[in-house]
């Protein structure tokens, strides 16, 4: 498929996939693995990501743009920080917000 793509002939290759019986283990591939895997990592902190964003907006009734750009920016360990931090605090607003998402707290 890669191979492919880079001659623009995936529409091709679709095609002849649809009338063969093809199976792809990923993990026989140590190639495809390893982007399986990175895939499987980058969507697992973007859904971190969301979650966080959902519950600062539920508990403050908006979300500032400058700690949507920290989240969006941020590894998963720092979401995970944040979320903890976010759903410990016991009156959520604008100052323990900023508290929590301060440089130095990171």
């Keep these: 498929m890669i191979l492919a793509q880079l001659r623009r002939a995936v529409p091709i290759v679709k095609e002849e996939l649809?009338?063969?019986?093809?199976q792809i283990n990923v993990d026989e591939h140590p190639y495809l693995r390893e982007i399986a895997a990175r895939s499987e990592a980058r969507g697992e902190v973007k859904g971190k990501a969301g979650s966080l964003l959902?519950?600062?907006?539920?508990?403050?009734?908006?979300?500032?743009r400058s700690v949507a750009e920290r989240v969006h920016g941020t590894s998963s360990d720092d979401?995970?920080?944040?979320?903890?931090?976010?759903?410990?605090?016991?009156?959520l607003d604008d100052a323990a917000l900023a508290a929590i998402f301060s440089p130095s707290q990171h």
Aim: proline share 7%; aromatic share 4%; hydrophobic share 40%.
């Design 54 to 64: 959902r519950q600062i907006e539920r508990r403050l009734g908006h979300v500032p």
């Design 79 to 91: 979401l995970d920080r944040w979320m903890d931090a976010v759903r410990d605090i016991p009156d």
């Design 18 to 22: 649809k009338s063969m019986a093809v």
